[in-house]
């Protein structure tokens, strides 16, 4: 079978060893996850296999000579062309023919001679040239980007570039996918797309760095661990499985370290015991077999970051209300004709890219108006907002300068501690923000929320609700989370110590994201922008689906508050689905 052969010592950037000790064969059906914390080295080693990094001390073998596609490696060459023409593109041979066809019956019109016309139709068969017109269009429809295709390149957005990108990767069908953050930047119709295109479209093998944890179960049969500078670990299982096998090796490694260490000290207090004497030639005796004991590593612990969310216990039971309500900046985006926020509550907002989800969240926190009905705000109501673009963050100053223009002039050494805490080095406060990683910024932003600075409270100047308006309150606590695509960025590990902050917050929490994985885990209720208007399913991503497959009321709860499903399904689905579906949920329901 055609494969990869790689064998990587090490690979140095500034004199530091980034990756090293690789040495594994990648076969071209192999389905893999790459994984691992910010700054391990995943997108380093991505880019070695594709051959855009060559200066490293090992070697990689391609044993077939497989075609690889690289997600980073499609640059737009011409940004007047449309963007049908730049998929099209991805079937160069195809191209190539078309140009000869054309040429060849100029060429039988003047000389009668057809062969070359006929072998050129012939291979132009073979390769699908009579059909690859409308698999351009079915990836581009699958993607979100057919409403685009007559655009030239040079009018499309940042996001529609990485899905144009990635589609016309996909069209060009290498023999191997490298794939470093797919779904960064696509909505998450688009997310489910690409996914279902990878299990049951695609023929051959990938490898996909991505924090989308949901999508990594379902498209990933094989997870390989980078450890830097200390290889890789492979486990033959989904990103799930990976997780719970990490979690037994490190009990079993601890386990032994505990029970080595035990040992190792018994031995020194026996040999001091008997060291003088008339057993000294036993003591020396056991002093040379200590030192000939392979010393079990202690696994050296990572440092979770620990999100903090200071709650106001005060807060009032009904904080939002919105009725008969239009949400757009100049024109109606979709309507709301009943929607609550109650204490304790866990909404997420979900649906495509554009449809005015940020919309809502700007609304809600008083920074655009309703084009037109009822949208209160309590005025006990404290806001606790994070933005994925970090427009509160001054990348031109110091992560220390950061916090005193957030109303924080701490000392250093308090800036530093608090940063220490959200996986930053003591001595970082004094890094240029605009120097960080997004995940790094995201964290640096956490850190400052942890403050309670950025806490908001609604304020009315008069009786006239169009006066009210949100003002920062330093001294307040918050009883609302407003989260916009708080994962991004973030790594495995440090999202799932955020999913346990949330859940441990007694407050409401509000939020975007495209992070099934985290939605399934936190989510109570779900408003979707869907045709226009806003609609509300009770439960989780999971009950969502699985209500829509089957022609269910979305406002129906598939379980009540103990996980007991309920008793209404029972007759609409019968007594054995239903029993099923208690058995797959019921227990997940119960654990959260």
């Known amino acids: 079978m055609n494969h990869l052969n790689i064998n990587i010592n090490t690979y140095e950037r500034d004199g530091d060893i980034i990756i090293g000790d690789i040495h594994m064969i990648i076969n071209q059906t192999d389905r893999l996850a790459l994984i691992g914390p910010n700054g391990v080295g995943k997108s380093t080693l991505m880019r070695i296999i594709s051959g855009e990094i060559s200066e490293y001390d090992g070697s990689i073998e391609n044993i077939g000579g497989m075609t690889l596609g690289y997600l980073e490696q499609i640059h737009f060459m011409d940004e007047s062309i449309t963007i049908r023409d730049e998929l099209r593109d991805a079937f160069a041979e195809i191209r190539q023919l078309e140009r000869i066809i054309a040429v060849e019956e100029e060429k039988m019109g003047e000389t009668g001679e057809f062969e070359a016309y006929t072998d050129a139709i012939d291979r132009y068969k073979i390769l699908g040239g009579y059909t690859y017109e409308n698999e351009v269009e079915r990836v581009a429809r699958g993607i979100g980007i057919f409403d685009l295709l007559e655009k030239p390149l040079s009018n499309v957005s940042g996001g529609e570039r990485t899905k144009i990108a990635l589609a016309k990767i996909l069209l060009s069908r290498p023999d191997f996918l490298l794939l470093d953050e797919p779904t960064n930047f696509i909505d998450l119709v688009s997310v489910e797309w690409l996914e279902h295109y990878l299990e049951h479209t695609w023929k051959w093998g990938y490898i996909i760095v991505s924090h989308d944890r949901e999508f990594l ?33 490190s009990y079993i490694q601890d386990k032994r370290y505990e029970e080595q260490q035990i040992h190792i000290e018994s031995e020194k207090k026996l040999i001091n015991r008997f060291r003088a004497g008339s057993r000294s030639g036993f003591a020396k005796s056991r002093e040379r077999q200590l030192e000939k004991v392979e010393i079990i590593e202690k696994i050296e612990t990572r440092i979770w970051v620990n999100f903090i969310f200071s709650y106001d216990k005060h807060g009032p039971e009904t904080l939002i209300k919105i009725e008969d309500t239009f949400i757009g900046r100049h024109e109606p985006l979709f309507f709301i004709k009943s929607a609550i926020l ?20 700007k609304t809600i926190l008083g920074q655009m108006k309703p084009l037109e009905g009822y949208l209160s705000i309590h005025e006990n109501a404290r806001i606790l907002y994070f933005s994925q673009l970090h427009e509160t963050l001054d990348t031109s100053v110091s992560i220390y300068d950061n916090f005193a223009r957030h109303g924080l002039p701490y000392s250093r050494e308090r800036v530093g501690s608090i940063i220490s805490t959200y996986g930053f080095e003591f001595a970082d406060y004094t890094k240029i923000v605009g120097n960080l990683s997004g995940g790094e910024r995201s964290r640096l932003l956490f850190a400052i929320l942890s403050q309670n600075t950025l806490a908001w409270k609604y304020t009315k100047k008069t009786n006239n609700p169009e006066d009210e308006y949100l003002i920062p309150e330093s001294s307040s606590l918050s009883n609302v989370l407003v989260f916009d695509e708080p994962t991004n960025h973030l790594d495995a590990d440090t999202r799932e110590s955020l999913e346990r902050s949330i859940r441990q917050y007694p407050g409401t929490v509000l939020f975007i994201s495209h992070d099934r994985y985290f939605v399934n885990k936190l989510a109570e209720r779900l408003w979707i922008i869907e045709d226009g208007e806003l609609i509300i399913s009770y439960g989780n991503y999971e009950d969502y689906r699985y209500k829509r497959e089957r022609g269910i009321d979305l406002d129906m709860s598939l379980f009540n508050v103990d996980g007991e499903m309920d008793l209404v399904l029972e007759e609409k689905l019968g007594v054995v689905e239903a029993r099923r579906i208690k058995e797959k949920f019921a227990r997940r329901k119960l654990k959260k």
């Open 217 to 249: 179960d379902r498209t990933c049969s094989i997870t390989l661990e980078v450890l830097g500078k200390d290889g890789i670990n492979t486990y033959h299982g989904d990103y799930s499985y990976s997780v719970e096998e990490r979690k037994k090796v």
């Open 342 to 361: 109650s204490r304790w509550d866990r909404v997420w907002i979900v649906w495509e890219n554009w449809v005015g989800k940020s919309t809502l969240i």
